[in-house]
């Protein structure tokens, strides 16, 4: 029986099925005699303090496998289980209502889930996930349960569960777990991100899961399209055991480019950096071989909290990437882009009938120079410790881009009147994503140090066609001659002033456009980091060369299904690299 879920991480894993059933605690409420409250706190806080042992040895354990910033989840679990708001209530609540540890626990951590899961932001409610784990685990000691292993299979398994938490994710042994499959849990899950770095296929977002397989079923679990079968068919297995033998030869293939450079076949340079949305994912990034962060969608450090990240914040998040990468490594932190699908709780938005038309990104930016400012001064400051620059992103017009850099202007005079350090040459671009910017990208080349396309609204301004409506999606389309002519214009733009063109659109990363674009004269690409390897080991393949008479005969070219097959006709090495 097929299954399909969210693809977590990619790779195939076959074996028999283990249940990682949750022991259920059931929470009885039980009134304290006043004489047995005191007890009941000194029993709640010796579980914690077992607890925050226990997780401090998982920590240990995350650090060896992971590293220091994937063991950083337990130091956040840690600082919950310390964190006198949680625990303090919990207390409180055993002192004032004269309640059992259990009870108290559950009232306590349910409101703060609630308040989590109730945030707009994905990440956000995803923590709620950390909430969950650590709370479950004190409940677990409470009702005498202890830890079980997850280390001891003899055999390699396929985890399934209703939703791995971190501390499990971070016990697996890659020799005993062959992959996993979950109920529950997004892309950006904690256990979704660990599957990455751990590089075990894992399918989450499974709904039922749980309940279809058995202990002992035959499982496949396929991470890269986010399948999972239940007892397949002898043919099926046989199937999967072929691709496996595939994709592992590749990653070991790929593996070999984390350190090389991104250079054609006749010694072309270009830049195969990443995006990212916080400081843990320039780890990943890192690891996978990008040369450097293309784009930094700062936004996500503004979401899910109820006030404006300080000043000190930002800068410590913008010097955590750019440290991570070294001084020459280019770090493209993208000013604030909020509005359109992004909304900030605290922040008052007006109503509009088409948001991504609307009031959103440097368009609020310019009209709230107090938020603006507040976020430049934090990317100079943090421009002396690395190659960093400043990218604006959703500029349409020249008058948009002097007014950002005047503003820029200011700031850069306030740190030089307080003897604040940064690099005055730091390089500032701006996006390409509104039509209208492409079409006078010869003008704006003069103005800035770099582009960098962003298809992804780009190809949703050019095309009217939304960018998350299935129902236009016939539509949305990169290889659009309309958007491949648009994209060329900017790349040539850019060369005529001097400048470099890169792309952090999602584009940037599919292994059909790279030929393209490489043909065009693209220098930077920016992708998510598992697409970098690949991306790699396709470019060592091309011929630059003959990839610019191949993107003059696209650009002549009048269907997006034309463009497609004929790039994937010409350069074999694309299904290579893909299946
Ligand atoms: C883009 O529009 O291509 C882009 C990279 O920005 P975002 O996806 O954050 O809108
Ligand atoms: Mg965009």
Known sequence: MEWKGIAAASGYAMGPAFLLKEEKVTVAKRTLKPEEVDMEVKRFDAKVQQAISELEVIKEKARQKL????????????????????????????????VNAEAALQEVTDNFIMIFESMDNEYMRERAADIRDVSGRVLQRLAGIEEKSLENFSEPVVLIANDLTPSDTAQLNRDKVAGFATNIGGRTSHSAIMARSMEIPAVV????????????????????????YINPSEELKASYHEKQKKYEARQAEFKKLKDEHSITADGHRIELVSNIGNP???????????????????????????NFPTEDEQFEAYKAVAEQFGKESPIVI???????????????????????????????????????????????????????????PMISSITELRQANQVLAEVKNELRVANIPFNDKMEVGMMIEIPAAAVIADQLAKEVDFFSIGTNDLIQYTMAADRMNERVSYLYQPFNPAVLRLINMVIQAAHKAGKWAGMCGEMAGNLTAI???????????????????????????????????????????ETAEEIKLFVEEQITAIAQIQD
């Open 280 to 306: 843990q994912d320039a780890v990943g990034a890192k690891r996978n071989g990008a040369e450097g962060i293309g784009l930094y969608r700062t936004e996500f450090l503004y979401m899910g909290r109820d």
């Open 334 to 392: 993208r000013s604030l882009d909020i509005g359109g699908d992004k909304h900030l709780p605290y922040l008052e938005m007006p109503e509009e009938m088409n948001p991504f038309l609307g009031y959103r990104a440097i368009r609020l930016c310019l009209d709230r120079t107090d938020i603006f400012k507040v976020q430049l001064r934090a990317i100079l400051r943090a421009s002396v410790f690395g190659n960093v620059k400043l990218m604006y």
């Open 515 to 557: 030929p393209i674009l490489l043909g065009m004269g693209l220098d930077e690409f920016s992708m998510s980091a598992s697409s970098v390897l690949p991306a790699r080991a396709l470019v060592r393949k091309l011929n630059r060369a003959e990839l610019t008479t191949l993107a003059e005969k696209v650009l002549e070219m």
């Open 67 to 98: 590293g220091d910033e994937e063991a950083e989840i337990f130091s956040a679990h840690i600082l919950v289980l310390q964190d006198p708001e949680y625990t303090g209530a919990i207390r409180e609540k055993i002192k004032s209502d004269a």
């Open 205 to 228: 977002g499974l709904k039922g899961i749980v309940d279809a397989a058995k202990d002992g079923d035959y499982l496949i679990v396929d991470g890269s399209q986010g399948l999972v």
